[in-house]
């Protein structure tokens, strides 16, 4: 793999041939509307969701189709330019903005649905369309995509399989990549991969979905997607459930799993989390005022489940401290606005530095009590708001310095080395970006480290592809 020194210095040359011959063949692929060069225009692809990583790009180019994409990478890899690929631009590691002034493709164009195949019980999309619009194109044959996430009116299912999106109902569906039957890339040399029959059993070699899901644009560009779907259950209730302690939230969580198979979601807010909400949103905390965790609870099915959640509420006896249930939509969003809008709350409060980090259960409460402690030990002034999906086991650890402003760097350190000691993954679900990847050798031997060299030499020599981010620079 080329080193980002080399790639940079690179480019220096080749920016300046952008405004000849390859800016024109860029524009006769998509056509000059799409080859966005103005920094008013490109400046929406070249800053992150957080505002934490800012970058710039010579040139935005949004193709229409997979031959479009197939013909940008290979005149880019002729011209020795490095591509970040990008979707919704909602990723919250720095992983699709151009950090080095890379090209951006980005799929927002590829955004058709095909037919819903309901005897299958399966959909193609493209690789750039919204999870709300492929949500929307799937609910009218009473189906359902199995990942659910709060950006879904921006993420694609493109950049959703590049991170393995995990979100709301993993603890029922799985992740991305256990929804995918099939995928069609684009390679580093512009050649194209399509599977898309979407057999339930093809052991036909190596697994392109599943290496695909989870590697971040630097191994390839996702163009189309045949996805698994689950019948959708109408059938709802939710319950926010208040907790004397972490503890008890962390011990209530597994009876659930063990007695709810309605159990669709199992999200937690922390203490410094709720009052943020609550004042963001301007409504008070439902239930429980002063304790120390909420879980949102969420059963769905076929029939009503109501009954069962009960059951299982009171099964928990003096572990719950406090109840609320949603019965009807309207009382169950409201109920799931306080977790939905907690990322937005903290995005007013200044530029966190964003840890999303899995626990094995048996920790999970030493590590939420521990770690406002261990910041301050960093960062005096430093503010840790804690929120996730406690159902898997995964906190959304957010950390905010003082007056807005970004913590030292140091916490990313020590919450990550903290994590790994309790044989954690430094990453849940948001990926490893850009923002993470120095820390990587936490979770990964050096034996690992390899092999992931070694297919991302073997899939992009040139190492064109998103060379920002998930590997860490070879010289580190
Ligand atoms: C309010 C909010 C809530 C969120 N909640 C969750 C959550 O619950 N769970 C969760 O997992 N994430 C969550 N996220 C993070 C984010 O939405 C996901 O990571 C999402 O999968 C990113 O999709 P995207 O289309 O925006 O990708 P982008 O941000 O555009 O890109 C993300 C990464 O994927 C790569 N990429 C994008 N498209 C392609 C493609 N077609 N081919 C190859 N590589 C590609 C990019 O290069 C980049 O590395 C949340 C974000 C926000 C803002």
């Known amino acids: 793999m080329c080193s980002s020194s080399v790639i940079y210095g690179h480019k220096v040359d080749l920016i300046a041939m952008l405004d000849t011959t390859v800016v024109q063949e860029f524009q006769e692929i998509v056509g000059t509307n799409h080859a966005l060069q103005e920094e008013a225009l490109t400046a929406t692809y070249t800053a992150d969701w957080t505002g934490r990583f800012q970058g710039k790009s010579p040139m935005v180019l949004r193709p229409a189709d997979t031959s479009q994409v197939s013909e940008l990478v290979k005149l880019a890899a002729r011209a020795g330019l490095s591509i970040v690929p990008q979707g919704g631009n909602t990723g919250l590691v720095g992983g ?14 590829m955004d058709h649905c095909e037919p819903v195949d309901v005897l299958a019980q399966q959909v ?5 369309t919204t999870l709300a619009n492929a949500q929307a194109h799937v609910s009218p044959f009473n189906l359902d995509i199995g990942v659910d996430l709060a950006a879904r009116d921006s993420c694609t ?3 959703m399989i590049a991170t393995n999106a995990g979100g709301i109902n993993v603890v029922r569906y799985g992740p991305m990549r256990d929804q995918l039957l099939g995928i069609e ?5 512009g050649s194209i991969i399509s599977h898309l029959e979407g057999l339930e059993k093809d052991n036909t070699g190596y697994n392109f979905p599943g290496l695909l899901a989870g590697s971040e644009g630097t191994l ?13 259950l109408n059938e709802r209730c939710s319950a926010m459930i208040a907790f004397k302690t972490v503890d008890d939230a962390v011990v209530a969580t597994s009876q659930l799993r063990r007695t709810l198979p309605a159990l669709q979601a199992v999200e937690v807010i922390f203490g410094e989390a709720m009052s943020l909400v609550s004042d963001h949103i301007g409504a008070s905390v439902p239930v429980g005022l002063g304790s120390q965790a909420w879980l949102i609870v969420e059963v769905a099915a076929a029939n009503d489940p109501t009954d069962q959640l009960a059951n299982a509420i009171d099964d928990l006896g003096p572990l719950a401290a406090d109840v609320a249930v949603g019965l009807d939509t309207a009382t169950r969003n409201g109920l799931w606005e306080y ?25 999970l409460s030493e590590f939420v009590n521990e770690v406002p402690s261990l910041i301050s030990t960093v960062d005096g ?12 086991g995964n906190v959304h ?10 913590p030292d760097e140091g916490v990313d350190d020590a919450v990550l080395n903290y994590v790994a000691e309790l044989g954690g993954s430094i990453s849940a679900e948001h990926g490893i970006g850009t923002a993470k990847r120095e820390f990587l050798h936490l979770n990964r031997t050096e034996a690992e480290l390899a092999a992931f060299r070694a297919i991302k030499r073997g899939l992009d020599p040139r190492g064109i592809l998103n060379p920002n981010v998930l590997l860490p620079p070879e010289d580190s």
Do not use: W, Y
């Not at 390839?220 to 959708?232: C, E």
């Open 381 to 392: 002034q430093a503010t840790a708001v804690m929120f996730g999906h406690l159902g898997d």
């Open 124 to 128: 193609t999309v493209g690789a750039g």
């Open 220 to 232: 390839a560009i996702i163009t189309k997607a045949r996805l698994r779907l689950h019948p959708r």
């Open 96 to 109: 699709s903005v151009p950090l080095n002034e890379e090209i951006v493709i980005s799929t927002l164009r």
């Open 339 to 363: 977790r939905e809008k907690i990322t937005e709350a903290i995005a007013t409060q200044g530029t966190p530095h964003k840890l999303d980090v899995t626990l094995p259960a048996s920790r």
């Open 185 to 189: 890339a684009v390679l580093s040399d």
């Open 397 to 406: 650890v957010n950390i905010l310095g003082a007056d807005g402003n970004e």
């Open 157 to 159: 299912i493109g950049g």
